[in-house]
Every structure is written in structure tokens, then in C-alpha cells.
Nanobody, 122 residues
Framework: QVQLRESGGGLVQAGDSLRLSCAAS????????MGWFRQAPGKERDFVAA???????SYADSVKGRFTISRDKAKNTVALQMNSVKPEDTAVYYC????????????????WGQGTQVTVSS
């Protein structure tokens, strides 16, 4: 059974930092791209960031310069370092995996986690 499990969400204040992690299990994600998405209440799911197997990076304009995606290929994990968070970053954050980063950039993914809540207070 393939699982992507997010962790690290919580309640923080504007300007704080938060680190999300996603652990993949059930199969190897060798040569898969990994990504992060978020969905705020009443809104559609948005692309946040992605990293290809070759470490090519992609970010949404709204998080460039504040968020950093990274992965540990040996441990099958991907992380999202969130700095200088804003109230508008409040959302459920999802981890996803797909053979191509291009599909993740199109808000598509072969595998998805259950999500972790991030709430930023002003």
C-alpha cells in the first residue's frame, strides 16, 4: 500500500517559520518528482512547490523567496521549509508524487497524502 504521510503542521504566528515533512512508504519513488500543494477553506487546491528527481525546483510565485522544498532520496522524504509565513498561507498542505514535475506543476499527481493543517495567525 502506497502512503504519503505529511507531518509538521500547526498553529504559528505571522513571520514565524515552519517545516513540513512528507514520508513515502509502500514503494520506492525513485525517479519520481515530489511536490507540495495547499487548499484553503472554500478554495481550490493550489500548487506550492515541486522538486524533480534531478533536483529541478519549481515554486508558485506566492511562495518564492519564502519557501524551500528539499528531498532526501535515501529516506524517501520531501520537506517544505516555510519562512516568513503569512496569514494567507493558512491551508491544508498536501504532499504528492508523480513521475514528472510537469504534471505536478499542473496540479496533478499519481499519489497524494492526507494533508496537514497549517494555520497562521496575524
Amino acid at each position: 500500500q502506497v502512503q504519503l504521510r505529511e507531518s509538521g503542521g500547526g498553529l504559528v504566528q505571522a513571520g514565524d517559520s515552519l517545516r513540513l515533512s512528507c514520508a513515502a512508504s509502500g514503494r520506492t519513488f525513485r525517479r519520481y518528482a515530489m511536490g507540495w500543494f495547499r487548499q484553503a477553506p472554500g478554495k481550490e487546491r493550489d500548487f506550492v512547490a515541486a522538486i524533480s528527481w534531478g533536483d529541478r525546483l519549481s515554486y508558485a510565485d506566492s511562495v518564492k523567496g519564502r519557501f524551500t522544498i528539499s528531498r532526501d532520496k535515501a529516506k524517501n522524504t520531501v520537506a517544505l521549509q516555510m519562512n516568513s509565513v503569512k496569514p494567507e498561507d493558512t491551508a491544508v498542505y498536501y504532499c504528492a508524487a508523480d513521475p514528472t514535475i510537469e504534471r505536478l506543476q499542473l496540479n496533478l499527481g499519481a499519489y497524494w497524502g492526507q494533508g496537514t493543517q497549517v494555520t497562521v495567525s496575524s
